[in-house]
C-alpha cells in the first residue's frame, strides 16, 4: 500500500463525508481547497481513508469527528506514506477536537494546513 505521489494540488482529489463543517474557519478553509483541487466529492466515510493509503485520491477534510472515527487510520495512511493530523498540523490523538486532515504526502499537507489557517 502506497499513497499517491501527487504533490500538486491542482492535481489532487479531495474528499469529506459532512456538506456543512460545525467550525466556520473550517469550511472557509475547505471552500478554498475544493476551489484549487482538480476533483472532489462529498461522502464515503472510511473509504475515503483507506483511498488515501492505496494512492486513489490524495486528500480527505473532515471535522467534527470522534476518537474512534479516526485512531485506527492514522498508523495506515502513515504507514503509506501519508500524514494525518488536525486542522493546525499538530498530530491527532484522542483528546484531538475532531477536525482531520488526511493526505497523500508532507508536501501536500503542508499546503492545506497554510491554507485553512491563513
Same mark, same amino acid.
Given at each position: 500500500?502506497?499513497?499517491?505521489?501527487?504533490?500538486?494540488?491542482?492535481?489532487? !482529489?479531495?474528499?469529506?463525508? @459532512?456538506?456543512?463543517?460545525?467550525?466556520?474557519?473550517?469550511?472557509?478553509?475547505?471552500?478554498?481547497?475544493?476551489?484549487?483541487?482538480?476533483?472532489?466529492?462529498?461522502?464515503?466515510?472510511?473509504?475515503? !481513508?483507506?483511498?488515501?493509503?492505496?494512492?486513489?485520491?490524495?486528500?480527505?477534510?473532515?471535522?467534527?469527528?470522534?476518537?474512534?472515527?479516526?485512531?485506527?487510520?492514522?498508523?495506515?495512511?502513515?504507514?503509506?506514506?501519508?500524514?494525518?493530523?488536525?486542522? !493546525? @498540523?499538530?498530530?491527532?490523538?484522542?483528546?484531538?477536537?475532531?477536525?482531520?486532515?488526511?493526505?497523500?504526502?508532507?508536501?501536500?499537507?503542508?499546503?492545506?494546513?497554510?491554507?485553512?489557517n491563513n
Amino acid at each position: 500500500v502506497q499513497t499517491s505521489k501527487i504533490k500538486d494540488l491542482k492535481k489532487s !482529489y479531495v474528499c469529506t463525508s @459532512g456538506l456543512y463543517f460545525d467550525n466556520d474557519h473550517f469550511r472557509k478553509g475547505f471552500d478554498k481547497i475544493i476551489q484549487q483541487t482538480r476533483y472532489h466529492r462529498f461522502g464515503g466515510d472510511c473509504y475515503m !481513508y483507506g483511498m488515501v493509503a492505496s494512492g486513489y485520491i490524495e486528500i480527505v477534510l473532515e471535522d467534527t469527528l470522534k476518537a474512534h472515527d479516526y485512531m485506527a487510520l492514522v498508523p495506515i495512511i502513515e504507514g503509506a506514506g501519508g500524514k494525518v493530523s488536525d486542522k !493546525y @498540523g499538530k498530530n491527532i490523538n484522542i483528546h484531538s477536537e475532531g477536525s482531520v486532515i488526511a493526505s497523500a504526502n508532507d508536501q501536500l499537507h503542508k499546503q492545506l494546513i497554510d491554507i485553512i489557517n491563513n
